[in-house]
């Protein structure tokens, strides 16, 4: 897989267009996508979640780095799909109700994406019955929830509530982030887990479903 290292090397540096063009290249020369995905592109978008992590990266070279997972991805999806290739895991994600903010929210679906998962993302100001409708059609491991603002954070237990009332809950695991919350809320409001980043939300849905 050597030969594919600029499909990674693309997703760090944020070139939607090398990444795109060489990923063709590779299923022209028959790669297998999915050691296209575990070889070059999660381990690209966890280098460029690191980077983030550690402040040599900030939030335009990240959207960009997703940006140009994306390009690479989106080639290979319709090839997973023709050979039955089961996702990671599949995560319902969105902004509670009331809450129109979605970059942290996007930027979580993306580095999900880029990690093997299957994102459903219902966009923002989403009600608790459609995330509870959308995890139960299709049959999520996860449930992630973001909120910017403190109004809104009461949503987050609010979907957890119709989860269990839809008998739900215990086919999924709910976790929430956003710049106000706290582990602490996290806790109280019954959710199974906090991030505090886009890269500690993948590492966190992957613990879930292991």
């Known amino acids: 897989m050597d030969e ?12 939607a267009k090398t990444a795109g063009s060489t990923t063709e290249k590779a299923i022209a020369a028959g790669v297998d996508p999915e050691a296209l995905i575990n070889g070059q592109m999660i381990p690209a978008m966890d280098e460029v979640g690191r980077r983030y992590e ?3 990266y900030y939030l335009p070279e990240l959207l960009i780095s997703a940006r140009a997972m994306k390009a690479a991805l989106e080639l290979i999806r319709p090839l997973l799909a023709a050979k039955g290739a089961e996702p990671a895991g599949r995560v319902v994600v969105g902004t509670v109700a009331g809450d129109l903010h979605d970059i ?13 998962f299957e994102v459903i993302d219902l966009g923002a100001d989403v009600s608790a019955d459609k995330f509870v409708a959308a995890a139960k059609e ?12 403190s109004t809104t ?6 979907v957890i509530k119709e989860l269990q009332s839809a008998g739900a809950r215990e086919n999924v ?11 602490g809320f996290a806790d109280e409001i ?6 505090s980043n886009a890269r500690a939300a993948v590492t966190l849905v992957r613990e879930l479903i292991a």
């Open 4 to 15: 594919w290292n600029s499909i990674n090397e693309a997703i760090i540096k944020g070139d």
């Open 54 to 56: 550690e402040g040599e």
């Open 138 to 149: 299709r049959n999520a491991h996860i449930v992630a929830l973001s909120a910017l603002l």
């Open 153 to 158: 954070m009461p949503g987050m237990e609010q």
């Open 190 to 195: 019954g959710a199974d887990g906090y991030a």
């Open 173 to 183: 695991k709910v976790i929430v982030g956003g710049a106000p919350l706290t582990q």
């Open 104 to 116: 942290g929210k996007n930027l979580v679906a993306s580095m999900l994406e880029g990690g093997g």
